[in-house]
Nanobody
């Protein structure tokens, strides 16, 4: 069973930056794709970005393209999300997710097999 542990959330002013981290623990060789989703109050959980270990492809949601960067340290099994030029609309709980059964990037929450506990990001105006 893969365990995902996020860190790095917090409160930041609009225009600021934060970096989220996600450490993958146990059975990590089974992971094919890792990504980030976010859940804002009153809204559904939505895709932010993902990084496929197979093919080394990356995908971003249009709302974060050009501002957020997803990267990973394979040796340490850590996934990062560098968030720049943050906006109040980026306020949400951010979740790390991993796929292990099927390879490839997906923007659909149900396609991911493992989830972290979430970390709160609050952007003030």
């Amino acid at each position: 069973q893969v365990q995902l542990v996020e860190s790095g959330g917090g409160l930041v002013q609009a225009g600021g930056s934060l970096r989220l981290s996600c450490a993958a623990l146990r059975r990590t060789p089974s992971i094919t794709t890792m990504g980030w989703f976010r859940h804002a109050p009153g809204k559904e959980r939505v895709f932010v970005a993902a990084n496929s270990r197979i093919g080394l492809s990356t995908l971003y949601a249009d709302s974060v393209k050009g501002r957020f960067t997803i990267s990973g340290d394979s040796a340490k099994n850590i996934l990062y999300l560098q968030m720049n030029y943050l906006k109040p609309d980026d306020t949400a709980v951010y979740y790390c997710a991993a796929r292990a059964k099927i390879a490839g990037i997906s923007t659909i929450t149900s396609d991911y097999d493992y989830w972290g506990q979430g970390t709160q990001v609050t952007v003030s105006s």
